[in-house]
């Protein structure tokens, strides 16, 4: 009975997976998050067309086999970056996820080659990576988790963690039941079942984590960045105009993580809050209490360097100024040091040094 949904169902989960690629690389500017769930997205298509491919040029199965080795290893990237923010993700996880791909695309490779001792060994050798980079995205969740966590985040992470265990679950014990208890086609369907959730649930989890990013609750933790450049109260009381736009000009700031584009100006932010330029102007020193439109995005921009400094990802000072959204590295350097009384590179230095 199965067999009758197993055709429009892959179609429809095709369907969903691309369409969701097409969206998230339509958002400026996209957070890692967001990127690299387009590639999950984009990798699970690919790996939902492969089983029904048939007889196809050479070429296009090796595509296809390549452009679906990017599930389970893209997928724990997804939720590194889901909660940690912005930077979590560094070349050592992309060079892990890429090296997981490569024992994929080969595995494959030596399947249909016949190969019978090289596809054990590297079967197992994928087991075993793919078993791993599965726990970590439960460590992700996990990680932070406890009484003095808001409860909306407590909500996001224990709904990841049913809907993940969920996927684990079909994608391990569901299709290592026998066929007495589930055919062929029914493990098929479960699996297509299993992928819409996660495409859809993620994107849930994306869009509230635009509410109330990681950015804004690591904003906290990097006091001295903050404190260094708090803002100047206006002269003026702000009008409830201003106010009501100033909370809109946080959120797309933080949710959006505008400040990372180096361009950024007044009119861009105030297109992005649906306002004009003098009344952002307004908001922004009236409603916020900043100096200015710089100092505003400035504070974001050096809250953001503290993060990525802080994770110690291996990457220059160079690499980080231009993630923040500045444009080279002497201005960067000078406002950095500005705001916390220290050059970037002395500032992790401190950070890495014992208690």
Sequence with gaps: MADQFVGPMTWAVVGLALASVLALLGRRPAS???LLFAVFCGSLAMAMLRPGLGDVPVAVAALVTVGAAFTCNAYWLVARALFRGDGAVGRVHLGVAAGIAVLVVAYRGVDALGAAPWTDALGALLTLASSTVMVLGFVEALRGFGPGLPVAERRLRVGFLAMYGVGVAVATVGQALPATVLDASA?????????????????????????????????????????????????????????????????????????????????DLAAAVGSVEHKVSRAITQGLGE????????????????????????????EVSLESGFGSLGPFNRAFKAATGQTPTAWRDGRRAPA
């Excluded at 504070?299 to 291996?314: D, N, S, V, Y």
Aim: aromatic fraction near 2%.
């Design 32 to 34: 890692d998050a967001e």
């Design 187 to 267: 493990k098929r369907l479960l699996v297509l079942m299993a992928a819409s959730v996660v495409v859809v649930f993620t994107h849930v989890a994306l869009r509230q984590r635009r509410r109330t990013p990681q950015g804004a609750e690591a904003l906290s933790s990097a006091p001295v960045a903050v404190e260094a450049m708090a803002p100047t109260p206006g002269k003026a009381g702000p009008t409830d105009e201003d106010r009501a736009l100033a909370e809109a000009i946080l959120e797309v700031l933080e949710t959006r993580a505008l400040y990372r584009d180096p361009e950024l100006k007044v009119a």
């Design 291 to 318: 100096r200015n439109f710089n100092q505003l995005v400035n504070r974001h921009r050096i809250a953001h360097a503290c993060r990525m400094l802080a994770a110690g990802e291996g990457r220059s000072v160079l």
